[in-house]
């Protein structure tokens, strides 16, 4: 090979191997998903008032100065991390209830194994979620009992509206798994949350199935 040959092959190997720019929007971006990961670790290890803003830089790998360029403090990363999380399990689960093809009970079904998927996949930002949320601060307590009402409204508009049964039977359905699912994870079974679906399905199904079989024997 001709020593122009083999320049030309060296400076094209030396072309294919340098990487792309990231740019700054991406990495800004980036790094706050770090932060907002890191919050969701810590509290689901040591609790939310335990968790210092020190700890969540260094276990994001992110100077201080940035953090409070994206956040007003502690409270702000847990609030919006928070968000985020639910603003996810959501539109993963009308995603997967509005694929399904089959009837009422198949979406309910389809709904609850995306909701457990999600507790499954991230355990310690369910445990940040389902449990600190509980008593971090009192805005972290609002923003809980408002992603529980839209559980609630998404439950009602998937299950069957009926007479004979309570008109607070979808908030105390919710409740109810929100429960289970909250014992699984004070148990640190979070990863095991799939197992669960029979369960809750059948949990979640019988109020109108014991409805439904009520009202055929006043008909019959």
Not at 55 to 82: H, S
Not at 90 to 114: H, K, M, S, T, Y
Not at 170 to 190: D, F, H, P, S
């Amino acid at each position: 090979m001709s020593p122009r040959a083999q320049g030309k092959s060296g400076a094209e190997a030396r072309s294919a191997s340098v990487r792309p720019a990231l740019s700054r929007e991406f990495i800004a971006v980036h790094k706050k998903r770090r932060i907002m990961d890191a919050i969701a670790e810590l509290t689901a290890e040591q609790g939310y008032d335990a968790t210092k803003i020190g700890d969540i830089v260094r276990r994001a790998g992110v100077a201080r100065k940035t953090l409070y360029d994206n956040f007003e403090g502690k409270e702000e990363v847990f609030l919006a991390t928070f968000d985020a999380a639910v603003d996810e399990a959501l539109q993963r689960i009308e995603a997967d209830c509005a694929a399904v093809e089959g009837d009422w009970e198949e979406r309910v079904q389809a709904g609850l194994a995306a909701f457990l998927a999600c507790v499954a996949e991230k355990p310690a930002l369910a445990r940040m979620c389902m449990i600190e949320a509980l008593s971090a601060t009192q805005a972290a307590t609002e923003r809980y009992e408002a992603a529980m009402q839209r559980f609630v409204d998404l439950a009602k508009r998937t299950v069957p509206q009926d007479d004979q049964l309570p008109e607070t039977i979808e908030e105390t359905l919710v409740g109810g798994v929100a429960w289970i699912v909250y014992q699984q994870i004070r148990r640190k079974e979070a990863e095991k949350a799939e197992d669960l679906l029979p369960e809750l399905s059948e949990f979640m199904l019988a109020p109108f199935h014991g409805a439904a079989e009520a009202q055929k024997r006043a008909n019959a």
